[in-house]
């Protein structure tokens, strides 16, 4: 049985504990300041939760700091003092691993970048750490991610890029969803039958796109017959930019991350 804390419970911690608490190999353990909030999210999820976070800490092998950036530094030195020899998986947005080791004085610091369909073990999570992890650490790094969705190891250089293809993109995946819907209700299919069809259509993409390992321009072309309907919506949405729109929204969020990273280095 392997031990894990989450420190810090709210959206993102829930939604990865929730993950791994269906798994009978975890013992889990939540921690968060609102005593109350946190028991009745362990009796939901049949975790423990514990009050005091120096047990949370010295309980577990792996420790997940789920709080907001912000609140992180204020833990520091209760991690560093109760957390000796302990593996620190850090989910913060912009609090860089030489921060994380140096703050916490090891080099047992892993970084996720996940999303909130960790809850439905359906995440796309980028994971880093340093060269000096050791082996078994990385290897497990990869598997507690793969608990929760699907991972992939980057460059920590790359993780501003990851927020702007996965970790932002899925609320322009949303945006994309509801547009599509509101296309098929303006003609004539009315809203929530209308997003029920964009959404199956989009997960009948993405499981062609899979299978087939084509990329998405042979795949679209395929769909495009000569003189067709399709191209006319093809040409429709080259019209309104499609696709410098997208890569516009991509880069808003990778320059958003360098700003907020810069400030976080800062405190
Ligand atoms: N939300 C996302 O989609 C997402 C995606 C990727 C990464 N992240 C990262 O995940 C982290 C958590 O984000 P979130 O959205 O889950 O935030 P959240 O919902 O506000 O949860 C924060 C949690 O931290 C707890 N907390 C506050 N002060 C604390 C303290 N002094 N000691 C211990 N715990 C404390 C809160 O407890 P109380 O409720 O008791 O106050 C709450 O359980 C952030 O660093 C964020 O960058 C979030």
Redesign the pocket.
Known sequence: MEKISF???????YAIAKALSTDPNWEITL????EQ??KEKALALSVKAEDD?TKAIKSADYIVL????Q?LP??YETLRLWGKDKTFIS???GISLATLEDALATKKVIRY????AASEKASVTAITYSEELDEALKTKAYQIASAFGSAFYLPESQFKAFIGIS?SAIAYVFEFLHALALGGTKAGIAYPTSLAIATDTLNSAVALEKASKANPIELMSKVCSAGGTTIDGIEALAEGKFDSTVINAVMAAVNKNILLEKAQEKK
Not at 7 to 13: A, L, Q, R, T, V
Not at 31 to 34: A, F, I, K, L
Not at 66 to 69: L, N, Y
Not at 113 to 116: E, R, V, Y
């Open positions: 420190i810090g419970c709210g959206n993102m911690g921690y968060s300041p609102n909030k946190t976070i789920a709080v907001k950036p609140i204020s833990l989910i913060a947005a970048m996940p999303n909130l970790g």
